[in-house]
């Protein structure tokens, strides 16, 4: 039961991190503060691909002559590493498409409260 | 060269051009138009290549970088997947021609990067319809639903917002699939479909393989707007330019559907998806109360673009009802579906164009005769598409809710079968509603003919009087051409590309 | 509003550090081979150099170090370079991003890739640069008209 | 509404706790996903990329060379993607085109032509 809880209690860690991005862009009322909520969830994301990619003893992807050579199990799986390159660049293409809408969302309506949005939107 | 390469030839001439018009554009403006619809002329033509070469040799694999499946990604081009890109790019293609007429306000001053998101997004499009590898299906996602956010960002007034919503619902939704991606490669080891069609039934009964399944459906549920994940796609087409909400709404969903499909049926078995896990069964119930939510509301609308929003809604929980039945009609039937909605929608949102560009707005209130006169050619066109969507035989409508009609028989379903059956009548409200304003309702009497319509409409070079130029007509009536092509020509298209593909254990 | 207020610690500082941020980007551009590092965490140094300066001067002397208007026409420029790297290993024979096939004579194809990688490695640096760069000076002029 | 969003909330934490369960441990190199064969026997990817990837491109950095050479085609997608991104700031937060620098180096002959 101890190395089930060692071996995944970070899993549940990120679990909870997920959840609280994905409470930060539900409930939140502030247009900036649902994108703070989604960075969140994605960045959460990141970090449950790169958690499972390691392995006790075994060092960073880059081959190094003095481990001599090239086994699986002294090194950790480079394959997520490299997919959360990918991942991390749609999050920084994605936040900076939604302060682009938000700043457009600002320059037309001068609010940033969902509420208050609704109602001017409703009424122009 | 060019015949081998062709599988891939498709996203790349798409993504050259995007990234060339920047370049060009120092040249001149006009040429970011033009090599928009030239590309996607080329991208056409090549999709037609590789369903006769498909059609010839059976399904093509293009190893990326020569690495073979697992170890690369590569591209797979059977039946149904070059079927589908062929009708992406043959709407897009009619869609971009009628953008040429059109000519919007919106998009006047800013055609460079517009038409080269235009590009991305059909980059991004073919691309995800043409992968076999799970995680370049998510990375051409993001770029075909960042083009969505930006082409729609650049509306009305509150189209910021309405993309804005969109951006955060999409990006939940393609988290979620990335999510239940990791979930399924920590437990298998291999992202290559054809390897995970393998590996898969050797670990069902793995808790992390069922709830992967999950968060890959409801992700790509909230793209494909299936009933309760669909609160961004009313606003979203509503308040877009009226050239993006013709390009996105026959690609948008359908493509997110198609790649359903592809997951439930072709990653993991129909057997297993239907019957150890009620996947499907969740799935076409979700649908049915969408048909029924979608139809009524969009009776109640009164602008005509946010009704054909909520008619899209029911039209996605018909695709949605065929994928949930999970049986070798309800298939045909979804996939029929998805491609006659494609021209269907092409069609109305064209029309729906037409309607602004000519008279400035398009509420189904002040319809009446006098729009029949002005656009005779549109109304027409929308008289055949409006036929199509209640499902009169002719037609293409008609075919795939017979065959999701049979499907539920087969099932022995019978409140599916109700369903279809009132869900037509529905859309026969809502769109007689507006054939019968346009064709009966003589205009209001102090009006003489032609003489109430702002004065730039007034230029009569079309047919009928006050019709805009051919450029806004043509592409409308080719669109609903081929609706009738597609009916008449529909037991080639079942028995040739269909039915080869039906997925096993069915 | 955002008005720019001039600090001679800040210019002067950030004036002489730029320049070494830029150098090490370069470095960790081009040693992606050997130690953690690459195009994209290149790219993003790079751009982190040119938007001190942008900060530090405010956007019109920063004009000096990197013309805004340059920003997507560079970006497109950058995944020019990796479609081409892509595109002729295409034309000579191999499929698309084969760099087995890549047009250099006396190189094994082990080598032959080791040189591929680099290429596309300069292509990413470019984009990841010019794109962060042009975003950060759209998000300026937007907030700046009203 | 808000009942229902919560409820949503927990339900999704518990099918991912519930995933979790499915997991291997963190960390055992005798995972499946690390193993040289995978279940069905077809060669496991990242076994292979640690094996070869200098056989492979001379390169010493394996994530390097998945990322441009075995991967590669992510990585132009990726591109593309920050691409698109450029292209949408610049579409969305340029008015009409011209940025307002420019209409202030025209000085007013610039400005009539935009009205």
Same mark, same amino acid.
Request: one cysteine or more; a positive charge; hydrophobic letters at 50%.
């Given at each position: 039961?101890?190395?089930?809880?060692?071996?995944?209690?970070?899993?549940?860690?990120?679990?909870?991190?997920?959840?609280?991005?994905?409470?930060?862009?539900?409930?939140?009322?502030?247009?900036?503060?649902?994108?703070?909520?989604?960075?969140?969830?994605?960045?959460?994301?990141?970090?449950?691909?790169?958690?499972?990619?390691?392995?006790?003893?075994?060092?960073?992807?880059?081959?190094?002559?003095?481990?001599?050579?090239?086994?699986a199990a002294k090194y950790i799986s480079p394959l997520q590493h490299c997919l959360m390159l990918t991942a991390i660049v749609v999050g920084v293409a994605t936040s900076g498409v939604a302060f682009a809408l938000v700043i457009s969302i600002f320059r037309t309506y001068k609010t940033l409260t969902e509420s208050v949005l609704l109602e001017r939107m409703k009424s122009s | 060269m060019i015949i081998n390469n062709s599988p891939a030839l498709a996203p790349l001439l798409l993504l050259a051009a995007a990234i060339s018009i920047p370049v060009l554009a120092l040249l001149s403006k006009r040429l970011a138009y033009l090599t928009a619809i030239a590309t996607s002329?080329?991208?056409?033509?090549?999709?037609?290549?590789?369903?006769?070469?498909?059609?010839?040799?059976?399904?093509?694999?293009?190893?990326?970088?020569?690495?073979?499946?697992?170890? =690369?990604?590569?591209?797979?081009?059977?039946?149904?997947?070059?079927?589908?890109?062929?009708?992406?790019?043959?709407?897009?293609?009619?869609?971009?021609?009628?953008?040429?007429?059109?000519?919007?306000?919106?998009?006047?001053?800013?055609?460079?990067?517009?038409? $080269?998101?235009?590009?991305?997004?059909?980059?991004?499009?073919?691309?995800?319809?043409?992968?076999?590898?799970l995680f370049n299906l998510y990375v051409f996602l993001e770029i075909f639903s960042l083009a969505c956010y930006g082409l729609?960002?650049?509306?009305?007034?509150?189209?910021?917002?309405?993309?804005?919503?969109?951006?955060?619902m999409g990006t939940v939704g393609a988290s979620f699939y990335l999510l239940g991606l990791g979930f399924i490669y920590i437990v298998t080891g291999s992202l290559n479909m054809a390897d995970l069609r393998n590996i898969l039934p050797l670990v069902y009964g793995n808790p992390a393989i069922t709830a992967g399944l999950t968060l890959i459906v409801v992700g790509m549920g909230i793209k494909m707007a299936i009933f309760p994940l669909h609160g961004w796609l009313p606003d979203a087409y509503t308040y877009a330019p009226s050239t993006t909400s013709a390009l996105i709404a026959p690609l948008g969903t359908k493509v997110a559907a198609y790649v359903i499909i592809r997951v439930l049926f072709y990653v993991f078995d129909a057997g297993y998806v239907s019957g150890a896990l009620p996947m499907t069964d969740f799935i076409a119930w979700l649908a049915a109360i969408g048909?029924?939510?979608?139809?009524?509301?969009?009776?109640?609308?009164?602008?005509?673009?946010?009704?054909?929003?909520?008619?899209?809604?029911?039209?996605?929980?018909?695709?949605?009802?065929?994928?949930?039945?999970?049986?070798?009609?309800?298939?045909? =039937?979804?996939?029929?579906?998805?491609?006659?909605?494609?021209?269907?929608?092409?069609?109305?949102?064209?029309?729906?164009?037409?309607?602004?560009?000519? $008279?400035?707005?398009?509420?189904?209130?002040?319809?009446?005769?006098?729009?029949?006169?002005?656009?005779?050619?549109?109304?027409?066109?929308?008289?055949?598409?409006?036929?199509?969507?209640?499902?009169?035989?002719?037609?293409?409508?008609?075919?795939s809710k017979w065959y999701l009609a049979l499907a539920a028989v087969d099932k022995g379903n019978w409140v599916f079968l109700a369903?279809?059956?009132?869900?037509?009548?529905?859309?026969?409200?809502?769109?007689?509603?507006?054939?019968?304003?346009?064709y009966l309702l003589p205009p209001p009497a102090g009006e003489k003919e032609g003489e109430g319509f702002p004065l730039k409409s007034k230029t009569g070079a079309g047919l009928g009087l006050g019709e805009e130029k051919w450029g806004l007509m043509i592409p409308a009536c080719v669109l609903s051409f081929c609706l009738l092509l597609l009916g008449i020509g529909n037991a080639g298209i079942v028995k040739g590309v269909i039915q080869r593909i039906i997925p096993i254990g069915m | 509003m955002l008005k720019y207020k001039y600090n001679p610690i800040i210019l002067m500082v950030s004036r002489v550090v730029s320049p070494f941020i830029m150098l090490f980007a370069l470095y960790v551009i081009f040693h992606g081979h050997y130690s953690p590092g690459g195009g994209f965490q290149g790219g993003t140094l790079l751009a982190a150099s040119l938007l001190l300066i942008r900060l530090a001067a405010g956007s019109e002397i920063a004009q000096l170090q990197f013309r805004s208007v340059l920003g997507t026409p560079l970006g497109s420029l950058g995944v020019l370079i990796y479609f081409g790297a892509g595109f002729t290993a295409l034309l000579f024979g191999g499929q698309f991003l084969n760099y087995g096939f890549l047009p250099v004579a006396g190189l094994t194809a082990a080598e032959l890739r080791s040189l591929g990688i680099l290429m596309v490695e300069i292509g990413v640096g470019l984009a990841v640069m010019a794109i962060l760069v042009a975003i950060y000076d759209d998000l300026l002029e937007g907030y700046q008209d009203d | 509404m808000k009942a229902v969003n919560h409820l949503l909330l927990i339900f999704f934490g518990?099918?991912?706790?519930?995933?979790?369960?499915?997991?291997?441990?963190?960390?055992?190199?005798?995972?499946?996903?690390?193993?040289?064969?995978? @279940?069905?026997?077809? @060669?496991?990817?990242?076994?292979?990329?640690?094996?070869?990837?200098?056989?492979?491109?001379?390169? @010493?950095?394996?994530?390097?060379?998945?990322?441009?050479?075995?991967?590669?085609?992510?990585?132009?997608?990726?591109?593309?993607?920050?691409?698109?991104?450029?292209?949408?700031?610049?579409?969305?937060?340029?008015?009409?085109?011209?940025?307002?620098?420019?209409?202030?180096?025209?000085?007013e002959e610039g400005a009539d032509a935009q009205i």
């Open positions: 039961m101890i190395d089930f809880i060692l071996g995944h209690y970070v899993y549940w860690a990120i679990i909870a991190l997920l959840i609280i991005g994905l409470y930060g862009m539900i409930f939140k009322n502030n247009l900036a503060k649902k994108l703070i909520g989604m960075t969140i969830f994605q960045v959460a994301i990141i970090m449950f691909y790169v958690a499972s990619a390691s392995k006790w003893a075994a060092t960073v992807p880059v081959l190094d002559t003095a481990l001599g050579a090239a086994e | 002329l080329v991208a056409t033509a090549v999709s037609v290549l590789n369903l006769w070469r498909v059609w010839e040799s059976g399904p093509l694999r293009y190893h990326f970088g020569g690495w073979t499946p697992p170890i =690369g990604i590569e591209y797979v081009v059977d039946p149904l997947s070059a079927f589908v890109a062929l009708v992406v790019n043959a709407v897009a293609l009619v869609v971009l021609w009628h953008a040429m007429g059109l000519a919007d306000e919106e998009i006047a001053g800013r055609a460079v990067p517009y038409y $080269s998101l235009v590009l991305l997004l059909l980059c991004g499009a073919n691309g995800m319809i043409l992968t076999g590898d729609i960002g650049i509306g009305e007034k509150q189209a910021a917002v309405a993309s804005f919503r969109y951006l955060i048909i029924i939510y979608g139809s009524v509301l969009a009776i109640a609308q009164n602008e005509m673009k946010r009704m054909l929003a909520y008619s899209s809604v029911a039209q996605i929980g018909y695709i949605g009802l065929g994928i949930g039945m999970a049986n070798p009609f309800g298939f045909i =039937g979804a996939v029929l579906h998805i491609v006659n909605h494609a021209f269907m929608k092409g069609t109305l949102f064209l029309v729906a164009a037409n309607l602004r560009k000519n $008279s400035g707005h398009s509420d189904i209130a002040r319809l009446d005769a006098a729009y029949r006169k002005k656009l005779p050619w549109s109304m027409a066109a929308f008289t055949l598409a409006a036929l199509s969507m209640i499902g009169l035989p002719p037609t293409a409508g008609f075919f369903v279809i059956l009132v869900s037509s009548l529905l859309n026969a409200v809502y769109f007689f509603r507006i054939l019968e304003r346009v | - | 518990a099918l991912l706790i519930y995933a979790s369960l499915g997991l291997p441990n963190r960390g055992d190199s005798e995972a499946v996903m690390h193993r040289e064969k995978s @279940p069905a026997g077809s @060669p496991g990817a990242s076994s292979y990329y640690i094996r070869n990837a200098y056989k492979d491109a001379q390169t @010493p950095n394996m994530v390097t060379v998945i990322l441009a050479d075995y991967r590669g085609y992510d990585t132009l997608g990726e591109e593309t993607v920050i691409l698109t991104a450029g292209l949408i700031c610049y579409l969305i937060l340029r008015r009409n085109g011209t940025s307002s620098r420019r209409r202030e180096e025209t000085g």
